[in-house]
């Protein structure tokens, strides 16, 4: 036999795999080649390797956490259903009836079904005290599945101040397609993660409260909460205020605007569009960014 047919059959001589009569003739090659020797000896330190790099399987658990995964929670509003995946939140829903219902939801919304576990705490408190109009920490939230530009109208609507609103237009501008007020207002119709992810800040550009997804007056409750008088918004909107400038700095804002609640009752001035504010000299906020 020539050293190339028989390397062929090294290994299989290793295991001892090999008919006897191929058997014998790799053997009496083998004792007579010193480069057949040298390459079966490379031959059975890579098999000796190998056995020591085996991986046990993953055991359940560990598959568990690959998993999307959902639990439920009570609130004042009702039950929540919260679910997560490693990334971190990835649904919080209202008003379905019980878990088969939330996991159509999801596997519909998502295009994954999810699995019944235990929410963790710090999800659950985040959820809590969203509802109670508190402000949250940091919380991980799970996007992935969604179309890019869904995602990234979602991350710009959790940029969005705790007490302040801000309009649907001015949504479209931040996310990068001014043009695209009606599709932003889908998003925030089928937003996945609400109150983490704050649709109800969300006003119409004309002013007032505006739809939500869960009724109007469910986002009265939650704009109340966080400091936000509807009544205010509704009040603004008859006259025609959508900013709201200082006559010390020269500066307009949204009206709920952190550095608008500053500006004295005697410094105030008020303007029904862009267009008025800048006529009168006025240049828009750093913060709020009016459109």
Not at 19 to 27: D, G, K, L, M, V
């Amino acid at each position: 036999m020539e050293c190339k047919e028989v390397r062929k059959y090294l290994d299989a001589y290793r295991t001892h795999e090999l008919p006897e009569a191929a058997y014998q003739a790799t053997e009496n090659h083998v004792s007579a080649c010193t480069d057949c020797q040298n390459e079966l000896a490379f031959i059975t330190g890579l098999a000796e390797s190998a056995v020591k790099l085996r991986l046990k399987a993953p055991s359940e658990t560990a598959f568990d956490q690959l998993m999307d995964q959902y639990g439920k929670t009570n609130t004042d509003f009702g039950p929540v259903w919260i679910c997560y995946t490693p990334q971190g939140i990835s649904a919080v829903k209202i008003g379905v009836e019980d878990d088969r219902a939330f996991e159509q939801y999801y596997t519909e919304r998502m295009g994954r079904k999810p699995h019944r576990s235990h929410v963790p705490e710090k999800y659950v408190r985040a959820v809590q005290s969203a509802l109670r109009g508190e402000k949250i920490g940091k919380v991980l939230i799970s996007l992935d599945g969604l179309p890019e530009f869904e995602q990234t109208v979602l991350n710009h609507l959790a940029r969005i101040p705790f007490g302040e609103v801000r309009p649907y237009a001015w949504l479209a501008k931040e996310a990068g397609n001014p043009g695209a007020v009606r599709a932003v207002g889908t998003i925030m119709a089928r937003n996945p993660v609400p109150f983490l992810l704050p649709c109800h800040r969300i006003i119409p550009s004309g002013g007032g409260v505006g739809d939500y997804g869960y009724g109007p007056e469910m986002k009265r409750t939650l704009l109340e909460r966080e400091g936000v008088s509807p009544g205010d918004l509704e009040g603004r909107k008859r006259r025609h205020i959508r900013y709201i400038g200082s006559r010390t700095t020269g500066i307009y804002c949204y009206p709920t605007c952190r550095d608008a609640r500053r500006i004295s009752w005697e410094n105030q001035v008020s303007f029904s569009s862009e267009s008025d504010a800048t006529a009168g000299g006025y240049r828009p906020c750093k913060h709020c960014r009016p459109l």
